[in-house]
Each structure stands twice: as structure tokens, then as C-alpha cells.
């Protein structure tokens, strides 16, 4: 039986949790559990006596491609210390001791970044590494990469990493969706202003009058300048979270086409309104708690600005496609 769409994300954020819990060794154990499902070459790297692992964690022989795995408790404040792991273990432990054993060809610095991003100093320092020794790839491998790796597991795989799925049925009162993650990440952020005096939005308006909005048209149009948010929360999650909170607005906008549709005999003069507020009213929906209700709303907004920009939700103009 195939994991539904709600049953893949709980099993995410279930993932996440294990990401944000796991350190040192921890850390370790899981990437090496989730790559030995996923590569049929991987290895991992038992350390030998006062020898240690020679700077490899594990690696794939046949494509010489390895791995070192660096798992603080506070990755924020590990910058330095990762940069001078890097430095000192390529050069002086891998590269000298396992180049005889598999060419290396590519270094994946595994990093548990607990989705905060990399910096520019470590991933610079890999970029050095990569033309210095004429490597196909020196890159940084993050906490969304190995979910990634993790959401492309055959389910019984994923079960067996996160212990089980419990059904969204038996959790009614647990907002877990990719929709609360996003409102849970915006609510906390700091505006910068600076950001939002320097977007432009071509062709936004035209949009607008193309699918009849109107009374709700300035609530794109306020909240066009603040979905930088968005793309902040996108570039420090995996591509699985990216594609689902996609194709969910897209979801959405296709029922709110089914709630009002073209072949309708009613006035179609305030469809495009009336969609716009089943999509909203679908993304936040009011539980009771005015000021919650409020900043839900707020992201909301964002959100469908977003995506109103990219064309996933509400049409394109004819003479606006390339």
C-alpha cells in the first residue's frame, strides 16, 4: 500500500526531529543507515585502533566518492571547527591514506547543520579543496540532502528508520502539515526591510486583472514585498518540502476551481475573489484564537503571493508565457 501524501509528510517531520536530536555518533549511525538503503555501494568506516578511520566516515568505491560526517550540538557556533576539520583531515589523513585504495573523485563534507544552511567560509574551503586537487565535487551535504535521500526510501525503508507512521486519523488534533511548518517558520522571523525595498514583481498586476481579482487584489500586492520569507524557509529545506508545499497550493487553487468553475450559471464576475478566499480559508483556517488566527492569516497572504507569482496557483496570461 502506497504512503499517502499526509502520511509522507508526518514521516518528514518525524525525520526532522531525529535530525534536530541527533549528534556526534547519533548523527553518524542515522546517515550511515539511511545511505546503506539507498546506495548499494556505501560503505561505512569502522575506526581501527589508534588509527581511527583515516578521515573517512565512509565512502563508495566504485565512484571514489566519500564521506566525512561533522555533527556538533550547536552547529552555529562550529564554523571554524568545521573549516579546520575539513582542511587538516583531506589533506592529511584521507587523501594520503585511502587515494591508493579508490581514487578520490568526490569529498561530501556531512554536515548536521539542523537546517540552519551553510556559511560561505566552509563552503568556500571546499570549493578550494575541489580545484586544488582536481576533484569532480568537493560540496557540503546538509541535514535537507539526507532528507532528500531519506524521502526516496522505499517505505518499508522509511518505517524502519522512523520506527513506524502512526495514521493521520489517529492524530485529529495535530497540525503537522507542510502548510503549519511554513507559518511556524515565518511567525519567527525577523522583517527585513531591507529586502522587502528591493523586490519587483513583473507582470504581477496584469495577473491580477487577467483572473478577476479585485476586492482581494491588495492583498497580494502588500504581501508581493515580503515572500522572500518563503524563499528563505525553501533554501534551507529539502526539495521533497519544496515540491510538497508546491504542489499542495496547486491542490488548492484546482478545488477552489471545482468550488467555482468556468461552467458555472452563476455571475462569474467575483470568482476570482471567491477562489481566492476558499484557497485562503483552506491554508489557515480560523480556530478560535483571534491574534493566532491573525498571524496565520498573515502567512497565509505570503504564501499566496509566493505562489501567485509563480504561477501556481491562479493563471498566466496568454501573452505573458515565453
Given at each position: 500500500?502506497?504512503?499517502?501524501?499526509?502520511?509522507?509528510?508526518?514521516?518528514?517531520?518525524?525525520?526532522?526531529?531525529?535530525?534536530?536530536e541527533?549528534?556526534?555518533?547519533?548523527?553518524?549511525?542515522?546517515?550511515a543507515?539511511?545511505?546503506?538503503?539507498?546506495?548499494?555501494?556505501?560503505?561505512?568506516?569502522?575506526?581501527?585502533?589508534?588509527?581511527?578511520?583515516?578521515?573517512?566516515?565512509?565512502?563508495?568505491?566504485?565512484?571514489?566518492?566519500?564521506?566525512?560526517?561533522?555533527?556538533?550540538?550547536?552547529?552555529?557556533?562550529?564554523?571554524?571547527?568545521?573549516?579546520?576539520?575539513?582542511?587538516?583531515?583531506?589533506?592529511?589523513?584521507?587523501?594520503?591514506?585511502?587515494?591508493?585504495?579508490?581514487?578520490?573523485?568526490?569529498?561530501?563534507?556531512?554536515?548536521?547543520?539542523?537546517?540552519?544552511?551553510?556559511?560561505?567560509?566552509?563552503?568556500?574551503?571546499?570549493?578550494?579543496?575541489?580545484?586544488?586537487h582536481?576533484?569532480?565535487?568537493?560540496?557540503?551535504?546538509?541535514?535537507?540532502?539526507?532528507?532528500?535521500?531519506?524521502?526516496?526510501?522505499?517505505?518499508?525503508?522509511?518505517?524502519?528508520?522512523?520506527?513506524?507512521?502512526?495514521?493521520?486519523?489517529?492524530?485529529?488534533?495535530?497540525?503537522?502539515?507542510?502548510?503549519?511548518?511554513?507559518?511556524?517558520?515565518?511567525?519567527?522571523?525577523?522583517?527585513?526591510?531591507?529586502l522587502?525595498?528591493?523586490?519587483?514583481?513583473?507582470?504581477?498586476?496584469?495577473?491580477?486583472?487577467?483572473?478577476?481579482?479585485?476586492?482581494?487584489?491588495?492583498?497580494?500586492?502588500?504581501?508581493?514585498?515580503?515572500?522572500?520569507?518563503?524563499?528563505?524557509?525553501?533554501?534551507r529545506?529539502?526539495?521533497?518540502?519544496?515540491?510538497?508545499?508546491?504542489?499542495?497550493?496547486?491542490?488548492?487553487?484546482?478545488?477552489?476551481?471545482?468550488?467555482?468553475?468556468?461552467?458555472?450559471p452563476?455571475?462569474?464576475?467575483?470568482?476570482?475573489?471567491?477562489?481566492?478566499?476558499?484557497?485562503?480559508?483552506?491554508?489557515?483556517?480560523?480556530?478560535?484564537?483571534?491574534?493566532?488566527?491573525?498571524?496565520?492569516?498573515?502567512?497565509?497572504?505570503?504564501?499566496?503571493?509566493k505562489?501567485?507569482?509563480?504561477?501556481?496557483?491562479?493563471?498566466?496570461?496568454?501573452?505573458?508565457?515565453?
Amino acid at each position: 500500500m502506497n504512503m499517502t501524501p499526509q502520511e509522507k509528510q508526518l514521516a518528514r517531520v518525524i525525520f526532522k526531529l531525529k535530525i534536530h536530536e541527533a549528534d556526534g555518533f547519533a548523527y553518524e549511525n542515522l546517515f550511515a543507515k539511511i545511505m546503506n538503503y539507498a546506495r548499494a555501494d556505501f560503505r561505512k568506516i569502522r575506526p581501527y585502533g589508534n588509527q581511527g578511520d583515516r578521515g573517512n566516515d565512509a565512502y563508495e568505491p566504485q565512484a571514489g566518492r566519500y564521506y566525512q560526517v561533522f555533527a556538533p550540538e550547536d552547529p552555529g557556533s562550529k564554523t571554524q571547527e568545521a573549516i579546520t576539520k575539513v582542511e587538516k583531515d583531506f589533506a592529511t589523513k584521507l587523501l594520503p591514506y585511502w587515494n591508493s585504495v579508490a581514487p578520490v573523485r568526490e569529498y561530501f563534507f556531512v554536515f548536521n547543520d539542523k537546517y540552519r544552511g551553510a556559511t560561505y567560509p566552509l563552503e568556500n574551503t571546499l570549493a578550494a579543496i575541489r580545484v586544488t586537487h582536481n576533484l569532480n565535487r568537493a560540496q557540503v551535504f546538509l541535514a535537507p540532502h539526507l532528507e532528500d535521500v531519506f524521502m526516496g526510501l522505499d517505505e518499508d525503508k522509511i518505517f524502519m528508520i522512523v520506527g513506524g507512521v502512526p495514521t493521520p486519523e489517529s492524530l485529529p488534533n495535530l497540525d503537522y502539515g507542510i502548510i503549519a511548518e511554513v507559518i511556524d517558520y515565518v511567525r519567527t522571523q525577523h522583517v527585513n526591510h531591507a529586502l522587502i525595498s528591493n523586490l519587483t514583481a513583473p507582470d504581477f498586476d496584469k495577473k491580477i486583472q487577467f483572473n478577476g481579482l479585485k476586492q482581494t487584489a491588495c492583498y497580494l500586492q502588500s504581501k508581493q514585498f515580503e515572500t522572500y520569507q518563503i524563499d528563505e524557509y525553501l533554501s534551507r529545506n529539502s526539495d521533497f518540502a519544496k515540491a510538497n508545499l508546491r504542489d499542495h497550493l496547486a491542490t488548492l487553487y484546482s478545488e477552489s476551481l471545482n468550488c467555482y468553475p468556468e461552467s458555472s450559471p452563476f455571475p462569474q464576475d467575483d470568482f476570482g475573489d471567491l477562489r481566492f478566499v476558499t484557497i485562503m480559508e483552506k491554508i489557515a483556517p480560523l480556530r478560535g484564537n483571534p491574534d493566532y488566527d491573525r498571524l496565520r492569516r498573515d502567512v497565509a497572504l505570503i504564501l499566496m503571493a509566493k505562489y501567485f507569482e509563480t504561477c501556481d496557483i491562479f493563471e498566466e496570461p496568454p501573452h505573458a508565457a515565453t
